[in-house]
């Protein structure tokens, strides 16, 4: 079983700044997936990144990218240069790699971009 | 052409009716699932089917039934709808691999 937890439910940034949402996640498994999803006022699910546990280097997509600290179970997301099409609300998600694949979720962050 | 599909966008109903969402997907997925998404947006599985087959069933009222005729498409029918089924759900495929769920677009069923 896994949890994912985001303690910050919102945050704020001015435009062309940038920005960290934080997640923590705790799983038994030792391999598997984790995920930032965005989800604009449209309601639709937008997968933002993807980072498989068992790789050490960060990704990255375009303004996008992840600190990913395994031993710390810490999973942050930051935005750089911040455009208002950025806000939305931001989960975290986790999904182990064997088995019964299913997402974890957390509670979300809402994202404002301020003019 | 849209990848995961749901039919419909918005279901408005009284209590105690029987409705049905549709989904689906043509990426050639072999795993789909129905998500719930609470009015405070937080977002719990219901259930998942691979190739047809149930693999994951949670804690869900047994009025919830899920049904996938093939593996490209995967309902969900609900009987004797409560207010506390009000939610928006939403169907989502994923393959091997684990590239990322794809979502549908969630249906918001409001139940009155």
């Known amino acids: 079983a896994q949890t994912v937890t985001q303690s910050q439910p919102e945050m704020s940034v001015q435009e062309a700044e940038t920005v960290t949402l934080s997640c923590t996640y705790d799983?038994?498994?030792?391999?598997?997936?984790l995920f930032w999803y965005k989800q604009p006022p449209s309601r639709q699910m937008i997968l933002v990144i993807r980072?498989?546990?068992?790789?050490?280097q960060n990704a990255t997509e375009n303004r996008f990218s992840v600190n990913f600290q395994k031993a710390a179970k810490s999973f942050s997301l930051k935005i750089s240069d911040s455009q208002l099409g950025d806000a939305a609300m931001y989960f975290c998600?986790?999904?182990?790699?064997?088995?019964?694949?299913?997402?974890?979720f957390g509670t979300g962050t809402r994202l404002t971009i301020i003019p | 052409d849209t990848a995961v599909s749901q039919t419909p966008k918005y279901l408005v109903t009284q209590m105690g009716n029987d409705k049905s969402i549709k989904c689906e997907q043509n990426l050639g997925h072999d795993t789909m699932y129905w998500y719930k998404q609470d009015s405070k947006k937080f977002l719990k599985i219901m259930f998942s089917y691979n190739n047809k087959e149930l693999i994951i069933n949670e804690t869900v009222p047994n009025r919830f039934s899920p049904k996938s005729p093939d593996k490209a498409h995967l309902n969900l029918h609900i009987n004797s709808l409560e207010l506390g089924d009000s939610a928006v759900y939403f169907c989502?495929?994923?393959?091997?691999?684990?590239?990322?769920?794809?979502f549908g677009s969630g249906t918001r069923l409001t139940v009155v």
């Open positions: 998600a986790c999904d182990p790699n064997f088995g019964n694949e299913k997402l974890t």
């Open positions: 989502a495929s994923n393959r091997d691999g684990n590239y990322g769920y794809t």
């Open positions: 799983t038994s498994e030792s391999d598997y997936y």
């Open positions: 980072q498989e546990a068992y790789k050490q």
